[in-house]
């Protein structure tokens, strides 16, 4: 729609003061929420911002629930006092973030809302919905970087060891699992990249999978001579042992012939580390903090393991040099003058 068309198309839903709610659809977790109301403006403007993420933007069905979510906050308390989006201004906002704040919500938690009604209040202004943006003046403090767990080297080893030796008689679901540690830790990739792979993602003669990951980006990652034994394994026959006629051409399946779903992906780790004593909680997405980790620590530069782990910027890589102080210690101690 062109600017002209969507300035137009605002100006006629404004005017005709539509009053009728509608109710909030599900959260993050796909679980529906007590409901919602809102006013039909306010509530044809959360509809069109939902089309917005999910179609020009091509967020994954999570990040469009997770932006909602934050939205549906604001909308909620802009509904109380008004039926119009033309009255969500700059105080609004900070009323908004101020009143979580009170309630005990983390800076983190403040910081990822407040990003949430800038790109809202952008993309109103582009659209005509608003005259002026709001959240271009909107302030939040800034999140703390929390530092991930990770698995130390060893304790890798063991977990896979460990893995190793269950898939060795054979049963399928040991090898699918077995697999899927491989996997995750060979190429840092992301527990639905990895649930989303179909055998033609696979390239066995050059040892490289192509994932689609956020934002529908595609990349392509490499794996060592391990995952490529449980690959081979998991191919010569514990795939077909969980296949049925009505399989889809997923790399990985459940025991009942469908795609792997994620959730058990995610047991499948958590229960293959909490087997090791002495290893933390973690989850799928710290096999992938783990391999970021131990490649930096092996030498590997940042800009490569961002290619492998498909980050939008390098800043996101960088969360995983707090871990190679040793790494950096060394290199001080045999290069600085005065060390």
């Known amino acids: 729609m062109a600017p002209d068309e969507a300035n137009t198309a605002w100006r006629c839903l404004t005017e005709e003061g539509l009053t009728r709610t509608v109710p909030s659809v599900s959260g993050p977790d796909g679980v529906p929420r007590a409901g919602i109301e809102l006013p039909e403006q306010l509530a044809q403007v959360r509809a069109a911002f939902e089309r917005y993420l999910a179609l020009e933007r091509a967020l994954s069905p999570h990040t469009v629930r997770a932006y909602l979510g ?45 990003s949430s009604a800038r790109v809202f209040t952008a993309w109103a202004v582009r659209t005509g919905a608003l005259a002026h943006n709001p959240g271009a003046l909107l302030a939040a403090p800034k999140p703390y970087r929390l530092l991930p767990a990770v698995l130390s080297v060893a304790q890798v080893e063991a977990v896979l060891s460990a893995a190793t030796a269950g898939a060795a008689e054979g049963d399928p679901v040991a090898v699918r699992d077995l697999l899927v540690l491989e996997l995750l830790y060979a190429t840092g990739v992301r527990i639905s990249e990895l649930c989303g792979l179909n055998l033609g993602d696979v390239a066995l003669a050059r040892r490289t999978l192509t994932v689609f990951g956020k934002g529908s980006r595609e990349r392509t990652v490499i794996y060592g001579v391990p995952a490529e034994r449980a690959l081979k ?26 795609r792997l779903d994620p959730r058990v992906a995610r047991s499948v780790v958590n229960a293959a580390v909490a087997a ?15 391999a970021a980790t131990h490649l930096l620590a092996g030498g590997a530069d940042l800009r490569s393991v961002q290619e492998l782990l498909g980050h939008a910027t390098l800043s996101s890589t960088q969360l995983y040099t707090h871990v190679s102080v040793d790494r950096l210690r060394a290199a001080h101690d045999q290069a600085h003058p005065r060390a």
């Open 70 to 114: 934050d939205l549906d906050g604001l909308l909620s308390m802009l509904a109380r006092d008004h039926d119009r989006l033309a009255a969500l201004d700059l105080a609004v906002l900070r009323r908004w973030l101020a009143n979580q704040r009170a309630s005990g919500v983390s800076r983190t938690t403040l910081a990822r809302r407040a």
């Open 233 to 258: 394994r998991w191919l010569n026959g514990g795939r077909d042992a969980l296949a049925t006629t009505g399989s889809p051409a997923a790399l990985l399946l459940g025991i009942r012939g469908g």
């Open 276 to 290: 090791i004593p002495g290893t933390p909680a973690l989850s799928p997405h710290g096999m992938r903090h783990s």
